[in-house]
C-alpha cells in the first residue's frame, strides 16, 4: 500500500465524507479508493472497450 499526504478543496472533503458514510468505511483513504474503483468501472471501463472490440475483430479476420 502506499501511504500519500494530500491537500484537498473543502467541496472534495465533504463528497469524500459522503461516500465513506455511504459505503459505511472506515476512514477517507478508503473512500478514495472506492471512488478510483467506480471510476474504474463507469469511466475507464467504457473508454476501453471500443478498443478491446476493435481488438476482437482484428483477431477474428486473421
Known amino acids: 500500500m ?3 499526504l494530500i491537500d484537498v478543496h473543502e467541496h472534495t ?3 469524500l465524507n ?3 458514510a455511504k459505503h459505511g ?3 477517507k ?3 478514495i479508493d472506492q471512488m478510483a474503483k ?3 468501472e463507469k469511466v475507464l471501463e ?3 472497450r471500443p478498443k478491446v472490440l476493435e481488438s476482437f475483430k482484428e483477431k477474428e479476420k486473421e
Open 2 to 4: 502506499v501511504k500519500a
Open 13 to 15: 472533503n465533504k463528497i
Open 25 to 27: 468505511l472506515k476512514d
Open 29 to 31: 483513504s478508503r473512500a
Open 18 to 20: 459522503i461516500v465513506k
Open 38 to 40: 467506480e471510476y474504474e
Open 46 to 48: 467504457l473508454e476501453l
